[in-house]
Nanobody, 122 residues
Framework: QVQLVESGGGSVQTGGSLRLSCAAS????????LGWFRQAPGKERELAAA????????YYADPVKGRFTISRDDAKNTVYLQMNSLKPEDTAIYYC???????????????WGQGTQVTVSS
């Protein structure tokens, strides 16, 4: 079992940066693939970035490629999302989630944080 708590959201202007953190509790953190999802108002939740249990593989959705970087520190039981060159369309609630299965398949994620708001103003 893994419990997840996000932090680091906030309000920035276009072009700014934010780093989200997700702290996990549980002894088997390193077994899990981890993902950052986001949900904008009126839109479905989407997988923005994911990292494998080993950290050797990452995935990025097309809208965030080249701007976002996902990383993990298993010694700290934490996953990060560095977001650069932010755009108003990045405004959303960001959730971290964990899976023991395929990290690019949203339905496999069964542990979720409570979410953190990111607002990008023009």
């Amino acid at each position: 079992q893994v419990q997840l708590v996000e932090s680091g959201g906030g309000s920035v202007q276009t072009g700014g940066s934010l780093r989200l953190s997700c702290a996990a509790s549980g002894r088997t953190f390193s077994d899990y693939g981890l993902g950052w999802f986001r949900q904008a108002p009126g839109k479905e939740r989407e997988l923005a970035a994911a990292i494998s249990w080993s950290g050797s593989m990452t995935y990025y959705a097309d809208p965030v490629k080249g701007r976002f970087t996902i990383s993990r520190d298993d010694a700290k039981n934490t996953v990060y999302l560095q977001m650069n060159s932010l755009k108003p369309e990045d405004t959303a609630i960001y959730y971290c989630a964990a899976t023991l299965n395929r990290m690019t398949t949203a339905s496999t994620y069964n542990h979720w944080g409570q979410g953190t708001q990111v607002t990008v103003s023009s």
